[in-house]
């Protein structure tokens, strides 16, 4: 498996683990209308303007390609002081999660701020097993928040590292 900083030419392959996730992770959450519109091509087309502009790693396997990203940068609400850092999205093919190329992606994203030593937080729709691996990595779970999705309100839990060096891997 090789973790790098994601290029213009992996836009497709992101977009496709984007879209596998969601589905295969959020469908018994997520209303099926709005994953029924997530496509491909609108995605990579979304990606390609995110990787020339943002932080964005991905692991990839030889045979396969593309298996996983994470994508952050600063935090985007403004709600939760003095944390500066944010993990936007952090998704692993079903059939390699468990496989350690989550923390190896959010190692590789941590190595690339330039100030190591900020706060962190991510979100994470509550029903999410994704909530399992984050409190695995020492963060602490700070806010719950409604968001709506297609008309439907869902928990979004709110977790944080105090210091991106708490991340325990």
Same mark, same amino acid.
């Given at each position: 498996?090789?973790?790098?900083?994601?290029?213009?030419?992996?836009?497709?392959?992101?977009?496709?683990?984007?879209? #596998?996730?969601?589905?295969?992770?959020?469908?018994?959450?997520?209303?099926?209308?709005?994953?029924? @519109?997530?496509?491909?091509?609108?995605?990579?087309?979304?990606?390609?303007?995110?990787?020339?502009?943002?932080?964005?790693?991905?692991?990839?396997?030889?045979?396969?390609?593309?298996?996983?990203?994470?994508?952050?940068?600063?935090?985007?609400?403004?709600?939760?002081?003095?944390?500066?850092?944010?993990?936007?999205?952090?998704?692993? @093919?079903?059939?390699?999660?468990?496989?350690?190329?989550?923390?190896?992606?959010? #190692?590789?994203?941590?190595?690339?701020?330039?100030?190591?030593?900020?706060?962190?937080?991510?979100?994470?729709?509550?029903?999410?097993?994704?909530?399992?691996?984050?409190?695995?990595?020492?963060?602490?779970?700070? #806010?719950?928040?409604?968001?709506?999705? #297609?008309?439907?309100?869902?928990?979004?839990?709110?977790?944080?590292?105090?210091?991106?060096?708490?991340?325990?891997?």
């Amino acid at each position: 498996m090789d973790i790098r900083k994601a290029q213009q030419g992996d836009a497709l392959g992101v977009a496709e683990v984007q879209v #596998d996730t969601w589905h295969s992770t959020y469908s018994p959450i997520v209303p099926e209308s709005y994953l029924q @519109r997530m496509t491909y091509a609108g995605r990579e087309k979304k990606w390609r303007k995110i990787i020339a502009a943002e932080q964005v790693y991905i692991a990839s396997v030889p045979a396969e390609g593309i298996v996983g990203f994470i994508h952050g940068g600063p935090e985007r609400s403004g709600l939760y002081a003095g944390f500066n850092q944010e993990v936007y999205a952090l998704y692993i @093919r079903k059939e390699h999660q468990g496989k350690g190329h989550g923390t190896r992606l959010l #190692d590789a994203w941590r190595t690339g701020l330039l100030h190591r030593d900020v706060p962190v937080l991510v979100r994470v729709l509550e029903d999410n097993p994704a909530c399992a691996f984050y409190e695995k990595k020492g963060a602490g779970r700070i #806010d719950s928040q409604t968001v709506t999705i #297609d008309g439907v309100d869902l928990e979004e839990a709110v977790y944080g590292w105090g210091d991106i060096r708490q991340i325990d891997f």
